[in-house]
């Protein structure tokens, strides 16, 4: 079993920055890779930011340029910084891990940014 526990979400400007991060723990034997996805309602979950085992990286093209995904020192661990946020970023941000081909989830982070 495999949990996964966003933190850093919140309420901020258009402009502002915000920097979520994900913690992995319980039954991880190999990760492959590790992304954030986000919803906004009534829309799809999308894809944002990936990084592979390798440290790999690609992105939504709506974030490139603002987003910056990386790994802790912690190999379980995350980042997602988030700047020049926009009102369009509002969503619920979700990580993701990915670990022989199964996919795990975490709760999610409610990210809004007001204009």
């Known amino acids: 079993q495999v949990q996964l526990v966003e933190s850093g979400g919140g309420l901020v400007q258009a402009g502002g920055s915000l920097r979520l991060s994900c913690a992995a723990s319980g039954s991880i034997f190999t990760i492959n890779a590790m992304a954030w996805y986000r919803q906004a309602p009534g829309k799809q979950r999308e894809l944002v930011a990936k990084?592979?085992?390798?440290?790999?990286?690609n992105y939504a093209d709506s974030v490139k340029g603002r987003f910056t995904i990386s790994r802790g020192n912690a190999r379980n661990t995350v980042y997602l910084q988030m700047n020049s946020l926009k009102p369009e970023d509002t969503a619920v941000y979700y990580c993701?891990?990915?670990?022989?081909?199964?996919?795990?989830w975490g709760q999610g982070t409610q990210v809004t940014v007001s204009s």
């Open positions: 993701n891990l990915i670990s022989w081909g199964t996919e795990n």
């Open positions: 990084i592979t085992s390798g440290g790999s990286t």
